[in-house]
C-alpha cells in the first residue's frame, strides 16, 4: 500500500495581507501552480503566493479537519500560530521547492 503525506498549508501576500488556507498531497507541485498562478480565482487575483506555514498529516481526514478548522479561525489567530513558527513571516516556499528538486 503507497502511504501519502498531507499537507495543510498557509499562504499569503507579500505584504501578508490575506491568507489562504488550503490541502495537498503534493505541496511542491501546489506551490508551483500558485507561484506561476495556473490556476485561476483567489490566489492568482490577489497574488497570494507565500508560503508562511505548513503542517503535515500521515491521513487525508486529518488534514481535512484541520483545514476546516483554520478557516474558522479569525485572523488574529492564524497570525499567532504562524508567527510560532515564522515570526518574520518567511517564505517558506523557497527551500520547500529547493529541497524537492523544483525549479520556479
Avoid at 489562504?20 to 507561484?35: E, N, S
Avoid at 479569525?74 to 508567527?83: D, Y
Wanted: hydrophobic content about 35%; charged content about 25%; overall charge positive.
Amino acid at each position: 500500500m503507497r502511504e501519502y503525506r498531507y499537507y495543510v498549508c498557509i499562504l499569503t501576500t507579500s505584504q501578508n495581507k490575506m491568507f489562504y488556507i488550503g490541502i495537498t498531497r503534493d505541496l511542491a507541485g501546489r506551490l508551483l501552480q500558485h507561484k506561476k498562478k495556473l490556476v485561476p480565482g483567489y490566489t492568482s487575483r490577489y497574488n497570494v503566493n507565500k508560503l508562511v506555514y505548513y503542517e503535515e498529516y500521515d491521513y487525508v481526514y486529518h488534514a481535512i479537519a484541520r483545514e476546516k478548522q483554520l478557516k474558522n479561525w479569525h485572523r488574529e489567530w492564524k497570525i499567532n500560530l504562524i508567527k510560532k513558527l515564522n515570526p518574520d513571516f518567511n517564505d517558506l516556499s523557497i527551500d520547500w521547492l529547493k529541497n524537492a528538486n523544483t525549479i520556479f
